[in-house]
């Protein structure tokens, strides 16, 4: 495009794309609204489940080894997204926030005929705006060969590797937990800060952050409860800032925990054998060094929960 | 006759086509268990093959409070790693490669000008150690794949093939809420729907040129697809999703899944 386009009248094609894109637009927001996938989409996902337009993975290729090894088709890349406005509570909004994400993701899968996603990354886009926050899942739709189709795909925020060396141990990862609590503590005789004691604990502020965390993670659990029997993998999220109103101190504490959840059958061990294996590389090796699945919370992962 | 003459001489003598570099020396970026595992699965690296693309990226600003892809800005992203790709794989061809293995694409913004983008793509460029003439894309040329020596060794015992390195790109602009947007909402979480749609629109578009780039390539299947979200250089609410990813197809013999070997599970003992 020259400079000077602007002022030339817009070619036919130009305004059959912008009618296109108009539409595309429209159909999208109607599907925020709960309506049906847009149309484009489906004809990305159905094509692919088809066969008449190629497979899209996120899957490595030692992933893809394994998945067919094991009866796993990939079908297609799918993702979702709700970018949240948090109006009065930014901590609970996660919740809200990824259990709409989830909800999407698995329309996605539903209409590429899947049994699962695999592979499912917690992402975050920053974009400004300090009080929203954009939640992203992305993973590969797959197909499990001699199954129909699953009327709700189970959604697994594991690589396909262990995907893989879960279901062999009876397991199935079957998607995302969150708990998410905050709390204010009003100190208004300004005893938390104890600025004249010695060594002495804070009871005010430890029982702030023991209160905050058993509720986050009795939320989890509740959270859990109808997607499987557990979890693992925790995120843990925790901040906590101080504030001065009327000349009171005020301390806001949040947690945040997303977790795998995963439907186990009880005592049944890997059926593999494991060889012990001395690494004879010095510093980080494929062996010895992992890197986190998620990018979301990844900003504070020094600080654990418990 | 008593004497034999090395297998490797007789490649040479035979003159046909050489597993080397024309100037007996073969270069490649590849580390040494990438080196060992592209030569376990059959491949001899020949040279690094390059190409690069300074490109001037157009100007081009969104309605403020518009969702809208900026096609100027996508197609000068997309066009630019095609020139970049097409240059490594003209240089991969005139060298006589079967494929590229292990290739990078790059971005860098030329400090003087705003407007001006380095697009890099460097590879290496490997031929079949039998002459085997089955791996080479749709159009008779190099194949070209962004996996690494172990993706690659990886891929060929999954029963596939490396096709062509697919690509899909979109720029888009994010509307801005209007000023007065934020009153509805005090005190209440919402689902900022035009940021949300802007997100989920612009990475679609991405993936479906990318299945699209699958599907002209004549393959089954695009394998390690990543996403990425960038900006380079530009306004605060434009964003680029890139999708990118290896389209494949299955080997002329293709390897049942029950043939596909059980990886052993090990317990790295260091510390």
Redesign the interface.
């Known amino acids: 495009m020259g400079l000077f386009d602007i002022f030339k009248k817009p070619t036919p094609e130009a305004l059959a794309a912008r009618a296109a894109a108009e539409q595309r637009n429209a159909e999208m927001q109607a599907f925020l609204q709960g309506g049906a996938l847009p149309s484009a989409m489906r004809a990305r996902l159905e094509g692919a489940r088809a066969g008449t337009m190629p497979w899209t993975a996120t899957l490595t290729p030692a992933e893809l080894l394994i998945a067919r090894s094991h009866g796993l088709r990939p079908i297609a890349t799918v993702s979702a997204t709700c970018w949240l406005h948090y109006g009065w509570s930014w901590t609970l909004g996660h919740s809200e926030g990824w259990t709409m994400a989830l909800r999407r993701l698995k329309e996605e899968a539903y209409a590429a005929g899947a049994n699962a996603v695999l592979d499912v990354k917690m992402r975050t886009i920053r974009l400004g705006g300090a009080i929203s926050m954009d939640f992203t899942l992305i993973g590969t739709a797959v197909r499990v060969e001699g199954l129909e189709p699953s009327g709700d795909p189970i959604v697994a925020t594991v690589p396909a590797l262990e995907f893989v060396k879960l279901l062999e141990a009876d397991v199935v990862p079957t998607g995302i937990a969150i708990g998410a609590h905050y709390e204010w503590l009003d100190d208004w005789n300004n005893s938390a800060r104890m600025a004249w004691y010695g060594n002495i604990e804070s009871p005010q502020l430890s029982g702030l952050w023991e209160r905050v965390r058993t509720r986050a993670h009795q939320d989890l659990r509740a959270n859990a409860r109808p997607q499987g029997n557990g979890v693992l993998a925790h995120v843990n999220f925790s901040q906590s800032f101080e504030r001065e109103q009327n000349n009171r101190k005020q301390y806001l504490a949040r947690h945040i925990v997303a977790a795998t959840t995963v439907d186990a059958r009880r005592g049944v061990p890997l059926p593999h054998d494991v060889r012990i294996v001395v690494d004879l590389h010095a510093g980080g090796t494929p062996l010895t060094r992992t890197r986190p699945h998620h990018e979301s919370y990844r900003f504070n992962e020094s600080e654990g929960a418990i | 006759m008593s004497m034999q003459i090395p297998a490797h001489a007789a490649e040479r003598l035979k003159g046909l086509r050489s597993s080397m570099h024309s100037t007996g020396v073969f270069t490649s970026d590849f580390s040494v268990n990438e080196f060992l595992l592209v030569r376990k699965a059959g491949f001899e690296p020949i040279g690094l093959c390059v190409g690069s693309c300074v490109y001037h990226v157009?100007i081009?600003y969104g309605s403020w409070n518009k969702?809208?892809?900026l096609?100027?800005l996508s197609k000068a992203m997309y066009h630019a790693r095609e020139l970049a790709t097409t240059r490594m794989r003209a240089e991969a061809t005139a060298m006589g490669a079967d494929g590229i293995v292990g290739v990078k694409l790059t971005i860098k913004r030329l400090e003087w000008d705003e407007h001006l983008l380095e697009f890099i793509a460097i590879g290496t460029g490997v031929v079949h150690g039998d002459g085997h003439r089955g791996f080479r894309a749709h159009d008779g040329g190099p194949f070209t794949s962004d996996?690494s020596g172990?993706?690659?060794w990886?891929?060929l015992?999954?029963?596939?093939r490396p096709v062509e390195m697919v690509m899909g790109s979109c720029v888009y602009h994010?509307a801005h809420r209007g000023l007065f947007a934020?009153i509805g909402?005090?005190?209440?979480?919402?689902?900022?729907?035009n940021?949300?749609?802007a997100?989920?629109?612009a990475?679609?578009i991405a993936?479906?040129r990318?299945?699209f780039e699958?599907?002209a390539a004549k393959?089954?299947?695009?394998?390690?697809?990543?996403?990425h979200?960038g900006s380079h250089g530009w306004q605060?609410?434009v964003?680029e999703f890139f999708?990118i990813?290896t389209?494949v197809l299955p080997l002329d013999q293709e390897i049942t899944?029950?043939k596909?070997?059980?990886?052993?599970?090990?317990?790295?003992?260091?510390d």
């Open positions: 157009g081009q969702n809208q892809e096609e100027v996996l172990q993706d690659f990886s891929l015992h999954s029963g596939y994010v934020g909402t005090v005190g209440r979480n919402v689902e900022l729907e940021f949300t749609s997100l989920y629109e990475r679609e993936i479906e990318m299945q699958a599907s393959a089954e299947g695009v394998v390690g697809v990543d996403i979200e605060t609410h964003i999708a990813g389209a899944p029950e596909i070997g059980e990886p052993i599970m090990v317990l790295s003992v260091n």
